[in-house]
């Protein structure tokens, strides 16, 4: 399994751009990268995967870089309701039927 | 709508008395999990299914039990619970190698 690691959280303010940043040193070949959203006492929630370069949805981008021990998931202009907290998952975390959910990374957005 | 429907949402309950909490998804996914989640200590798998008939244990087991006659239902079951499995338990389910799918959660007091 490649473990990941976030930082443990980030303030930010309405508008910004946040950029989080996940190292997966160990990931494997046929890995994909996974970003879930989770809300005070609500059920994680996807966001984005990505293999490789740049992903982008109506929600956040992910780049990759070509040796792929690491992704930066970017919200653009971020608002009070992105407080949340994001995390990574890579691999074997995110495929099959076990999803290993790290300590994932706090976002604070304050107005 | 597709979506992963527990109940109960909240539940208090006595130490040594029996309870099920349902979950339920309408969108024909074949995996099926549970996952507690506790203050420091992130999500936590405790069952997880891959079929019908199918099921193993997480990493949390202990204090567990489900079962999995339908495709639709996977219920979670605590024989004698106890304070220690006072905790916040969302269900998910996805299809093989896709995004997962949470409930909205239970949170469960035993006292």
């Known amino acids: 399994l490649a473990k990941t690691t976030q930082p443990i959280s980030m303030d930010s303010y309405e508008g910004q751009e946040v950029n989080i940043t996940c190292s997966h040193n160990?990931?494997?070949?046929?890995?994909?990268i996974t970003w879930y959203q989770q809300f005070p006492s609500q059920g994680p929630r996807f966001i984005i995967q990505g293999y490789k370069t740049k992903v982008t949805n109506e929600v956040a981008s992910l780049f990759i870089p070509a040796d792929r021990k690491s992704s930066t998931l970017s919200l653009p202009r971020v608002s009070l309701s992105d407080t949340a907290v994001y995390y990574c998952?890579?691999?074997?975390?995110?495929?099959?039927?076990?999803?290993?959910f790290g300590g994932g990374t706090r976002v604070l957005v304050k107005p | 709508e597709a979506q992963v429907t527990q109940n109960p949402r909240y539940l208090i309950t006595v130490t040594g008395k029996k309870l099920t909490v349902t979950c339920s998804q309408n969108m024909n996914h074949e995996y099926m999990s549970w996952y507690r989640q506790d203050p420091g200590l992130g999500l936590r798998q405790i069952y997880y299914s891959m079929n019908v008939e199918v099921t193993d244990k997480g990493d949390v087991p202990e204090g567990y039990k489900v079962s999995r006659k339908e495709k639709r239902n996977f219920p979670l079951i605590l024989e004698s619970p106890s304070p220690n499995q006072t905790s916040l338990y969302f269900c998910?389910?996805?299809?093989?190698?896709?995004?997962?799918?949470f409930g909205q959660g239970t949170r469960l007091t035993v006292v």
């Open positions: 998952l890579v691999g074997a975390e995110a495929a099959g039927n076990k999803l290993t």
């Open positions: 998910a389910s996805r299809k093989v190698d896709t995004e997962a799918f």
């Open positions: 160990n990931i494997a070949t046929n890995d994909y």
